[in-house]
């Protein structure tokens, strides 16, 4: 799974950078998705109806409807043509103080709706340099998702926060060991069915160091921010997938 994640960008000039990506893919075998801002998510289905790019939104509410405003609920993403969801975010960790336990409600609004969610983890720098990186990152994975995902599709996406749009990424090493500890916690969760869970990583993907991300163990994808944003650069990742 290559997922891109437009985040607060774009609008209706932007949807010819996805209609490029569309007609682009070749004959890649990635899963490929864009989540763009919501006041795109129609626009985007619509664009990308007759290609395999899949169209994501980047975060609900748990409740279904009601009075919650500036809020979008995982029936309405739906409805627009979403088929998955980001949570988690830690744009959204951070900013709107969303713990594991909102996210996980979150991911049970998302599958109620048939949408797949893709649930972000990862730690900030001062967890990592305090040796708390995989306390932190399993600690997430456990809380913020729920029973409910057995035998449900979903993704987990390790984004160390440092390493958001910054230009910094782990080495390998560093990177296996978390998807590691990633993997072993979703196996001790959810059995044998946790093996089969992609795993992506993000944070500073771009062409040139996606291929050697990508082919990291236990790495299944990767979740791309800024360079998802031009169709030549999340196509150089997607290439390289
Ligand atoms: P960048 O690829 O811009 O570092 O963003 C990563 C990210 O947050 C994707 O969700």
Known sequence: MIAGNWKMNGVGASLGEAYMIAGGLGDTTARVAICPPATLVQR???????????????????????????????????????????????????????????????????????????????????QRRGGQALAVVTGQVRGSLPDALKGKAF????????????????TTPEIEEVHRAIRETLVAMFGEAGRGVAILYGGSVKASNAAEILKADEVGGALVGGASLKAADFLGIIQAA
Do not use: M, N
């Open 44 to 126: 985007l289905a619509e664009v990308l109806a007759d290609s395999a790019v899949l169209v994501g939104g980047q975060d609900c509410r748990p409740e279904a409807s009601g009075a919650f405003t500036g809020d979008v609920s995982a029936e309405q993403l739906a409805d627009a043509g979403a088929r998955l969801v980001v949570l988690g975010h830690s744009e959204r960790r951070a900013g709107y103080g969303e713990t594991d336990e909102l996210v996980a409600h979150k991911v049970e609004a998302a599958l109620r709706a048939g949408l797949e969610p893709i649930i972000c983890v990862g730690e900030t720098l001062e």
């Open 155 to 170: 993704c987990v996406a390790y984004e160390p926060v440092w390493a958001i749009g910054t230009g910094l990424t782990p």
